[in-house]
């Protein structure tokens, strides 16, 4: 067994806990119902050694309760803000929960979209925050509502440069969300062509529709320029209100319900950021049932 990092190597530890939820893991078991990743990581970390580990999904739950301690990695801010939104203040049949969003040069880490576009941008105890203003300037022009999600020792810098807009939470140390300063709406500054800049093509035509404007009928080369034409004429609010229905309709999680319900809860975050076949769920709960013993030989 490789050097167990359970207390030579603190720091060590908290990435390779964290590593347990990587995108990467996640598509291994949803397509091939087995992770060498998985394995390496569960022996690297000392969890196979655990007596409470009866299965897969155990380790997985092992790995989420601790890395809540300590300096918590993107992961744990990411699975408080679901659970905070779409799992709990609303749910998947009026809001959507949307990673990585693109908007201008920054990609968000958390978007909720219901009746307004609110983007949550993590920094975590890990994190530096060299990049924290320009993300912040490319989000007012995209969304409705813009908030930093950030641990304590950040939070004297985020009240110093983000502007009064923009709301500052926290998590605290018993992984609740704390408000610093609640932000405010942000509708009335959005501009239409960093929207559309954000939207798949797909999408911007139907905004198009949904205003009442004819799409045009161009060769899928000149498609992007005519639409940034239109796009860059009409009001950045208006646009903003129907890039939200048309965004609910298009990236709509309700098919995910049931799914979830299955899930243990240091997944979830996975299932609503990384998507799966249909056909591949049923293999990603038949996996997480395996006993950690079949798990031990992935490796």
């Keep these: 067994m490789s050097q167990a990092l359970t207390s030579q190597n603190p720091k060590d530890r908290e990435v390779a806990l964290a590593r347990f939820f990587s995108p990467s893991i996640y598509k291994d078991i949803a397509t091939r119902g087995k992770s060498s990743a998985f394995s390496r990581l569960a022996e690297q970390c000392g969890i196979f050694s655990q007596g409470s580990i009866g299965n897969v999904a155990d380790a997985f739950e092992f790995a989420f309760r601790e890395l809540k301690r300590g300096n918590r990695s993107e992961y744990i801010y990411k699975a408080v803000l679901a659970q905070k939104t779409v799992l709990g203040v609303h749910n998947l049949n009026t809001a959507t929960l949307l990673s990585e969003f693109r908007a201008g040069s920054s990609k968000a880490d958390i978007v909720v979209v219901n009746g307004t576009t609110t983007v949550y941008e993590v920094k975590s105890e890990r994190d530096k925050l060299s990049r924290l203003p320009s993300q912040i300037s490319d989000y007012l022009n995209v969304f409705g509502k813009v908030n930093v999600i950030v641990a304590d020792k950040h939070i004297e810098y985020a009240e110093k440069v983000l502007p009064e807009i923009v709301g500052i939470l926290s998590l605290t140390k018993r992984n609740q969300i704390s408000i610093i300063r609640q932000g405010l709406d942000n509708s009335s500054n959005v501009q239409s062509l960093s929207i559309f800049n954000s939207l798949s093509l797909n999408e911007a035509s139907k905004v198009l529709v949904e205003l009442g404007i004819r799409v045009p009928v161009v060769p899928n080369t000149q498609l992007y320029s ?64 395996l006993p950690i013993e ?6």
């Design 226 to 289: 005519e639409l940034a034409k239109i796009f860059e004429d009409l009001p950045g609010k208006v646009v903003h209100e129907a890039s939200v229905k048309v965004l609910r309709g298009s990236r709509s999680q309700t098919h995910l319900r049931d799914f979830l319900a299955e899930l243990p809860q240091s997944l979830k975050v996975n299932a609503l950021t990384t998507p799966v076949r249909v056909r591949d769920r049923s293999r990603v709960l038949k996996t997480l049932d």
């Design 294 to 299: 079949t798990a031990k030989k992935w490796i």
